[in-house]
């Protein structure tokens, strides 16, 4: 059986190297982060507040910690201090109180716009006409503690090939036509089961958890 190490040491060495990869950790446990930190990767993706809280008090402070999860407005100001990147900005609400807490500790901090590309009522996000129509209107220049590196998707739950890459596609479609006015350098799109889509849709940055640490019960 395959080390988590040996198994993220194969999917890097699959893609290129200007793929950044978030190791999902989730439930899983402090050691298993320190094995992949150790072999020198620092990129590790939460999806609860309190469990990120946790991890980033027990690990090495130069971990890269993304928050990957639904983030409640009344939760962003226990994060705002450490995190790294917030994937999860699904609404001007949100967006709005990240940078009024960034704001209080003059930090400017880094965060994408999570679109709803799937069909599935579960899922968090601007729609996509209401995510190209913000873009339209530069509604991002107010804010002054927030950088917006770009915009993050997940894909249906599906077997379906085909829908998940219209969806994939659909979300690269408006990455790339305003890419150049904000400056954006991230696309979060492709998890463990659908990565390899996402790559060929011009993702940047992908989100693999059970594809490097094993299923979860």
Not at 147 to 154: A, D, E, I
Not at 187 to 203: C, F, P, Q, R, V
Not at 206 to 214: D, H, K, P, Q, T
Request: aromatic share 8%; glycine share 4%.
């Amino acid at each position: 059986m395959k080390s988590i190490k040996n198994k993220l040491s194969e999917i890097k060495s699959k893609i290129d190297e200007k793929v950044t990869v978030v190791a999902v950790s989730k439930t899983k446990p402090i050691y298993d982060i320190l094995k992949l930190y150790e072999d020198g990767h620092f990129d590790f993706g939460e999806n609860k507040v309190q469990e990120l809280i946790v991890k980033n008090k027990e690990l090495p402070k130069d971990i890269k910690w993304h928050m990957i999860g639904h983030l409640q407005r009344n939760k962003v100001k226990q994060i705002i201090s450490f995190i790294h990147l917030i994937h999860s900005v699904d609404s001007i609400r949100v967006l709005n109180k990240i940078n009024d807490e960034a704001k209080k500790i003059n930090r400017k901090v880094n965060v994408l716009l999570q679109v709803k590309i799937s069909e599935n009522d579960l899922k968090y996000g601007f729609d996509l006409n209401e995510v190209q129509n913000l873009l339209e209107n530069d509604f991002l220049k107010k804010y002054d503690f927030v950088n917006v590196l770009g915009l993050m998707g997940m894909a249906s739950f599906t077997q379906n090939n085909n829908i998940i890459n219209d969806e994939f596609k659909a979300l690269n479609s408006i990455y790339s036509k305003f890419k150049k006015t904000y400056k954006f350098t991230t696309l979060s799109i492709g998890m463990s089961g659908d990565y390899e889509l996402a790559l060929k849709n011009n993702s940047n940055m992908l989100r693999l958890g059970s594809i490097i640490f094993g299923h979860r019960s």
